[in-house]
């Protein structure tokens, strides 16, 4: 995810030296927070369809990630060695996550002490492995709420090609109930290895980007990758703040992407990955642009220089076929509206024109299945 890992970490590790303290607390101090610990993740059900209005609910889970637990728990930055499991008050408290009654909606608040921190999926509560999605020849959708989110930040939604096990066999990691191994496309550092990074939504209000980002062998990934921008591809009009937009953001809208197989089976090669939004009943397709395209393929990377590994085909089916691991998380810098210049500013959208001191985004309904099947 672009510039994710990097800025965030920065500004987190300034917070540690500022603000952290080694714990001097007793047992019974311990015993007494333990108590009213997790079971390492929060309640979360998706959706996993099998045609369209045939869908059943699939219990999984959520943790936060072990580097931003390090902001409060003095141990959790080695991914060896985090032992501490946040409660539910600490999840909303401390990370401002936020699950509904229903489970099926989670809201991230953006929280300065913590900005930022990744959200995962894993197979549930009590569990200990990351929740594997199988994209090829499948749609995923999801309600989306971002209207609050303004320049300088960003909404995201994606998928890495972590392992199930967080990295406990290849590592030594704690593993998933830690949020222990992550990886992305961009430069690998520390404890964090490259690996396949698929961006469905890096949004706000103001703009938005589907993203692919392939790699070909160890630590060789796309960090830039391929994609798909209505904004700096001429479609200026699309998608922001109020009816005069295609897609208005100032209002929930639903997000549909949809993974084309060369020959319509699972275990085809990626040829191309489609978008469509819906809005108040209404269904919008996503804009086309110079080169009569409006998808990301092979021929789009090539014809906009996308394509420095090859294009999505030859690589990104790879990562597919592996599973990934859905990834959430509100991040920026409340301060500068000018942070997320590489989303947001010209020519890639119109900020600094909107800011709000109290963002948030809700992802809801999330559901997978069959091309089809979703929406």
Avoid at 30 to 51: K, M, P, W, Y
Wanted: aromatic share 10%; net charge neutral; charged share 15%.
């Amino acid at each position: 995810m672009s510039k994710y890992f990097n800025e965030s970490l920065f500004l987190i590790t300034i917070l540690i030296l500022v603000n952290i303290v080694p714990s001097e607390s007793t047992d019974a101090d311990e015993n007494s927070v333990v108590e009213d610990r997790t079971t390492g993740a929060l309640d979360f059900i998706v959706q996993t369809c099998s045609s369209l209005g045939n869908c059943q609910s699939l219990t999984t889970g959520l943790v936060v990630d072990n580097n931003w637990r390090g902001v409060y728990y003095n141990l959790c930055y080695d991914p060896k060695k985090c032992d501490k499991i946040p409660t539910v008050s600490e999840y909303q408290n401390l990370f401002g996550l936020t699950v509904s009654p229903s489970k099926t909606s989670l809201t991230l608040k953006y929280v300065s002490t913590a900005p930022g921190p990744r959200i995962y999926l894993t197979t549930g509560p009590g569990t200990d492995s990351y929740q594997m999605v199988y994209l090829l020849n499948r749609e995923i959708s999801f309600d989306v709420n971002l209207s609050t989110v303004g320049c300088g930040l960003n909404a995201a939604f994606f998928f890495v090609g972590m392992d199930a096990d967080g990295g406990k066999a290849k590592f030594g990691y704690k593993g998933p109930v830690y949020g222990t191994g992550y990886c992305d496309a961009q430069v690998a550092q520390g404890n964090k290895p490259n690996c396949y990074e698929l961006d469905i939504i890096e949004s706000n209000s103001l703009t938005t980007l589907l993203a692919t980002h392939t790699c070909k062998g160890a630590n060789n990934c796309e960090p830039t990758g391929c994609g798909f921008m209505p904004y700096p591809l001429g479609k200026t009009n699309f998608y922001g703040r109020g009816s005069s937009y295609c897609v208005d953001t100032t209002k929930p809208f639903t997000v549909t992407t949809r993974f084309v197989t060369v020959d319509g089976k699972d275990t085809g090669n990626l040829k191309e990955i489609q978008r469509i939004y819906k809005q108040n009943g209404k269904t919008i397709p996503n804009p086309t642009v110079a080169g009569n395209f409006n998808s990301i393929s092979d021929a789009f990377c090539s014809y906009t220089g996308q394509n420095s590994l090859g294009g999505i085909s030859a690589s990104m089916t790879q990562g597919l076929k592996n599973g990934m691991v859905l990834t959430m998380g509100l991040w920026g810098d409340l301060k500068n509206p000018n942070f997320m210049g590489w989303l947001d500013k010209p020519p890639y959208g119109p900020c600094p024109v909107y800011t709000n001191l109290n963002p948030s985004v809700t992802f809801s309904n999330v559901k997978y299945g069959p091309i089809g099947s979703t929406a």
